[in-house]
């Protein structure tokens, strides 16, 4: 049996954090970033509110920041801007700047640590964002957005301004859009396939590497040393993974990570990667299918069959009982290979 990769990767032209404990992967190179989290939103109903969070990633001694994030304002309106808890709330930090100009589209906010409290490292949520959907197109019309995030700042101890690169969010009504003909292209694959549109490739199974690739290009030329966001979610729809790596000289940045073996994670996974190069912004995404293998093969479960707990159990016993048997396996080979 097969599983269906479905992409969709769409351009406009716009105005590494870790979740999950269980899971192993391959960590971006330490720089500093900003990301908007989720990297794509899909609304479903007029009226609907959703939250971003803008983080910020691999960073040290941070003592202030700011930035502005740019939205449609015909499709979206921001109900309210709070920081985030990387900063611990006030005395000890300040809110300098908090504007939403509903006009323009636009949020600009700054906060700064107390001159007594110590700068912050490392991973964290500087900002959350909530908006409200405004307006519904009639179907087949379909609208989406960037949530251009722009105009970013980040400030040491020192008020020395931080080294630091960014990639933006998308927003989409009902789903998002098919691929264009356009110059900037991204392909979002993995080690088994997926390239171009519904192609199929074996599923996945639980405890599996899953290795995801997303290849950039403009005008067919690799765009090396850009940054792509990346983000994982389960079949929950529950991020576990969301990171940033760069290009390579051939335009490819990858990330991998493990699969569990707990019963939650039998399902659809969807990936999504997103880049933005000269004011344009591109994204693709890709599902795939994570199953039970049982004697060498890769088979579906019925989550209802047995208690949750139990089949997590059987899970994990069935990788150690696997792993407790692979010793034998090599010293019997060995032996085999010295007769000969």
């Given amino acids: 049996m097969f599983v269906v990769f479905f992409f969709t990767g769409t351009i406009l032209t716009s105005s ?24 794509a939103y899909v609304s479903n109903a007029l009226g609907e509110t959703f939250k971003i969070d803008v983080k910020v990633f691999n960073v040290e001694n941070l003592h202030a920041f700011e930035f502005k994030l740019s939205y449609n304002t015909t499709l979206l309106d921001v109900v309210q801007v709070v ?36 700068s912050k490292n490392g991973d964290g949520t500087l ?23 722009h105009d970013t700042m980040l400030y040491d101890n020192t008020m020395t ?3 630091h690169y960014y990639t933006d969010g ?16 991204l392909d979002l694959t993995t ?46 729809n529950e991020t576990v993974i969301i990171m940033a790596p760069f290009t390579d000289n051939n335009g490819v940045a990858t990330i991998e990570f493990t699969i569990p073996y707990l019963l939650k994670n039998v399902g659809t996974w969807k990936a999504i990667a ?30 209802t069959r047995l208690p949750t707990s139990q089949v997590d159990l059987y899970l994990f016993i069935l990788p150690l009982f696997m792993i407790a048997t692979l010793p034998v396996v090599i010293v019997y080979r060995r032996k085999h290979s010295v007769e000969c």
């Fill in 274 to 303: 997103i880049s933005e190069v000269k004011g344009k912004t591109a994204w693709d995404i890709i599902y795939f299918e994570v199953r039970v293998a049982v004697g060498g093969h890769i088979a579906p479960i019925e989550k």
């Fill in 191 to 236: 080690q088994k396939g997926g390239t171009g549109i519904e192609e199929p490739s074996p599923p996945f199974s639980l405890g599996e590497t899953v290795k995801l690739r997303a290849r950039l290009t403009f005008g067919n030329v690799p765009e090396k040393n850009n940054l792509i966001g990346f983000e994982v979610l389960d079949p929950n």
């Fill in 83 to 118: 920081q985030g808890p990387f900063f611990p709330p006030s005395p000890k930090s300040s809110i300098d700047k908090l504007e939403i100009n509903e006009t323009k589209g636009s949020v600009w906010f700054s906060v700064s640590l107390s001159n007594s409290t110590p």
């Fill in 16 to 39: 590494c954090f870790f979740l999950c404990d269980s899971f192993a992967y391959a960590s971006p190179t330490a720089t500093t970033y900003l990301l908007v989290s989720p990297l």
């Fill in 170 to 185: 998308l927003y989409f009504w009902k789903s998002m859009l098919d691929d264009p003909d356009e110059d900037l292209f």
């Fill in 161 to 163: 301004a931080i080294v």
């Fill in 127 to 149: 900002a959350s964002i909530t908006l409200n959907v405004t307006f519904a197109p009639a179907l087949p019309t379909k609208a989406c957005c960037v949530l251009d995030l």
